[in-house]
Each structure stands twice: as structure tokens, then as C-alpha cells.
């Protein structure tokens, strides 16, 4: 028997678990979906919902495509979550390629079908290596977007942040201005695009206290199962790739299985970083998969109820 296991024993209690130890329980969770593009994703992707359901996140949220270029697919999937399930859906929606009209008219078809959570973005242009351009009669950025939600309807919204700068951003400072501008607007949250280094997270959070942005910022965790994918994508979203994640994935390029039990393992252990850092929520960019996601809040305490026992 170990001395620390010993040493454990003897206090009464076994030593804290170095994921699980969360004194106030479980963090909250949210998860992120994008909507199918043919049939058979349809049919994954409910699979993936349907697991995901159990685990009683605190809303699920459906993305919008380049140039608003899966629009009706996420309007069918946002409906779909809230007819057929329990839980609670947000719908993506951007200020790229629709007018102001169009635009309000599509969230209030969405309060009329019980939506009340918007995640308003600015949006990518449609087609790659273009730059933005707002619509002439449509919202111009995120902050606009967001003061005109608040005047159709009283809709839960949350924002987009960029611990790492937006790629198009001036400075640091001026993405903060940004940030602050979409919460003075009416956002009740932001989450922030994926990172993996803790650190930048950290000092973002402060910078944005400073600031005074007091809404919640949560930070949005991506398990990275394909390695050179996520290089590629970083690269253009403007998160830094740190070299020890580099080394962890050296080799594994033909073991799925491998890298599916690392990409786990640094989640979660990045999770718990944040947790103890006083982070208490996180977003999941599932990619349409519950493998991963399902493991990964099993290590973090998050688990569906378990049904009560019939009385006897």
C-alpha cells in the first residue's frame, strides 16, 4: 500500500480526486451543435443529441453557416430540439447577408416557437478569403445585432470573445471595446472561442473586469481528435496551437483510438485547471459527436440523474 493512499486512509478519507474534487458540484455545461447537411447526418446528429440529452446541460446551441449558408437546416434543427426534447435550444444567428427585416423577422418566428435564447455573431463572409462587408440595410456588427434582438423580443443572448484577439481585431484593446460594446448592448453571457493553454484565458477574464464586464464568460473547450485539422483551423481563427499539445499527438496519426483517450485527457484536464480558477461553466464544441463529450464530463462529475427508486 502507497504512503499517500495510506496517508489517506488514516484521515478518514481517501485523498481528493484531481478531476472530481469540485466542492460546489458539478459545473454547468452547454453543448454546441452544427445543423446536418444531408439525411444521414440527420440521423447521427439526433443520435448525438439523444445521448447528450441525459447529462441535462444548461441549453444546446445550433450554429449558423458561412454567409448565413445553412440558415433553414438550423431553423429545422432549433425547432426540432425544442419540440422533441428537454432541452433548451439556442439558435445561431449573424448579421451576414439578410436585412435588418429579415433578420427581425426570423428571431420573432423563433420567440413564436418558444426559442428564447439567441447567440448573435457578426458572422463570415460566404465564401473563404473574402473580407466582411455589412449588409447596406442590415445590422452592421454583433452590437447592433444585439440592441436590435432586445427590441423584438426579450431574448437570453449570448456573444462571441476572443481570449487570443480576433484575427480581424486592431489590438487586443480595441476587441475588448468590441466585447464590451455587444454586453452594454443587452448579451447576458460571452463564450469564448476554443483555446488550450489556461493562461491567455486568465488574463483575458481579468482584462475584462477591468473593463467592466461582469457577465459570465465561459470558455469554450474543444477535444481535438484530428490534430492536423484543428492546426489548419487555428491558424486562420486566430488560437494559438501550444507545442507540448503538438507533442502529444506526435505518432498517432493512424490510431483513432489513441487520440480519441488524448484529446479526452487534455479536456478534461484543462477543465479542471479552469476550475479551480474559479470557472464554474463550460461550452463544448461537440462537432456532432457524444463519444468524447460524454467521457469527458463523466471525468468532471457531470452524469445523467439516475431515475429514483420505486417505493416499496
Not at 478519507?13 to 444521414?40: C, M, Q, Y
Not at 444548461?58 to 449558408?69: E, L
Request: charged fraction near 25%.
Amino acid at each position: 500500500m502507497s504512503g499517500n493512499f495510506a496517508s489517506g486512509l488514516s484521515r478518514g478519507r481517501l485523498a481528493a480526486d484531481p478531476v472530481i474534487d469540485f466542492d460546489a458540484g458539478p459545473p454547468r455545461v452547454s453543448f454546441e451543435f452544427f445543423p446536418p447537411k444531408t439525411a444521414e447526418m440527420e440521423v447521427r446528429l439526433w443520435e448525438v443529441i439523444k445521448r447528450l440529452e441525459p447529462l441535462a446541460p444548461c441549453f444546446v446551441s445550433v450554429t449558423y453557416g458561412a454567409g448565413g449558408s445553412t440558415r433553414e437546416r438550423t431553423h429545422a434543427t432549433v425547432r426540432r430540439i425544442r419540440y422533441e426534447t428537454a432541452l433548451e435550444p439556442a439558435a445561431h444567428l449573424t448579421c451576414v447577408a439578410a436585412t435588418r427585416a429579415e433578420i427581425d423577422a426570423i428571431a420573432w418566428d423563433y420567440w413564436e416557437a418558444g426559442i428564447r435564447h439567441i447567440v448573435a455573431l457578426r458572422g463570415d463572409p460566404p465564401t473563404g478569403g473574402q473580407t466582411y462587408a455589412p449588409q447596406p440595410e442590415g445590422y452592421r456588427y454583433a452590437a447592433d445585432l444585439v440592441s436590435g434582438l432586445k427590441t423584438v423580443a426579450n431574448f437570453e443572448i449570448s456573444v462571441a470573445a476572443y481570449p487570443e484577439t480576433h484575427p480581424e481585431a486592431e489590438s487586443a484593446e480595441r476587441d475588448l471595446d468590441n466585447l464590451k460594446r455587444k454586453i452594454d448592448a443587452g448579451a447576458s453571457r460571452a463564450i469564448t472561442q476554443y483555446f488550450f493553454d489556461v493562461d491567455p484565458f486568465l488574463r483575458f477574464r481579468d482584462r475584462a473586469a477591468t473593463a467592466g464586464i461582469a457577465v459570465p464568460i465561459v470558455p469554450g473547450i474543444l477535444p481535438v481528435t484530428n490534430f492536423a485539422q484543428v492546426k489548419k483551423f487555428s491558424a486562420a481563427c486566430g488560437a494559438s496551437i501550444p507545442a507540448w499539445m503538438q507533442r502529444h499527438f506526435d505518432g498517432l496519426d493512424d490510431d483513432p483510438d489513441t487520440r480519441r483517450l488524448v484529446a479526452a485527457s487534455i479536456a478534461a484536464e484543462q477543465c479542471r485547471r479552469l476550475h479551480a480558477e474559479g470557472v464554474h461553466e463550460f461550452h463544448f464544441y461537440t462537432l456532432n459527436r457524444a463519444d468524447l463529450i460524454v467521457a469527458i464530463c463523466h471525468l468532471l462529475g457531470v452524469r445523467a440523474k439516475k431515475p429514483a427508486a420505486a417505493a416499496v
